[in-house]
């Protein structure tokens, strides 16, 4: 099998787990979708466990990305606090869908060690982004700064997940207008 199915195998997993959670990753629907056999998928990954933590692995690490370039595009710590949303508003856009790692992360009892370490993963990735913006920033203590980076990653995890629930992408956009009025997020 080649490296194209494999990453077809990723594409569709992700996409029906943000739409319905792990639970929503199944080996059969993937199979139809991408055109090959459903036993063709433990030719790559040896259980829906190992599908799932490759699937949020893979989610982190794009995330990670996507916050290295906003960190490159953007000097000002305070740009890039006010640009973090839009890695979870680029979910809403794209079909209404939630953040992955939210959305698995509302099944944990349910999920296997190794996807749930991966979920906890992206928390512990967008949580430690926003502690160096905050430091860059030169806002308040260590402790401080790790607090408020949480506080600021929950609300705006928050606000995707009501969003999505009103498919309202305006509303998104509300409530982070309210946590900068707040003071949550610089203005």
């Known amino acids: 099998m080649s490296e194209n199915a494999r990453e077809a195998i ?14 929503g990753i199944n080996f059969r629907s993937i199979a139809d979708e991408i055109g090959i056999k459903n036993a063709s998928i433990y ?10 933590a490759a699937v949020a692995r893979r989610y982190w690490q ?8 906003i960190r490159a595009h953007n000097p ?10 839009s890695i979870f508003r680029k979910s809403l856009e794209n079909a209404n869908r939630l953040c992955l790692s939210s959305f698995m992360a509302a099944e944990y009892e349910d999920l ?5 370490a991966e979920v906890r993963a992206f928390a512990d990735v967008n949580v ?23 506080a600021i990653y929950t609300a705006v995890a928050g606000a995707q997940l009501i969003a999505r629930s009103r498919t309202d992408l ?3 956009d509300d409530l982070i207008s ?10």
Not at 62 to 69: F, H, I, K, M, Q
Request: aromatic share 10%.
């Open 10 to 23: 990723l594409t569709a997993a992700r996409s029906a787990a943000q739409l319905h959670g792990y639970s």
């Open 43 to 52: 030719y790559h990954f040896s259980s829906k466990a190992a599908l799932g």
């Open 62 to 69: 794009d995330t990670s990305t996507l916050l290295a370039e």
């Open 76 to 85: 000002d710590p305070w740009q890039r606090l006010r640009a973090f949303p």
């Open 112 to 116: 296997p060690e190794e996807v749930l």
């Open 128 to 150: 430690a982004w926003l502690t160096e913006a905050l430091a860059d920033a030169g806002w308040g203590s260590a402790q401080d700064r790790d607090r408020r980076a949480r």
């Open 170 to 172: 305006h509303l998104f």
């Open 178 to 187: 309210s946590y900068q009025e707040a003071g949550l997020i610089p203005a």
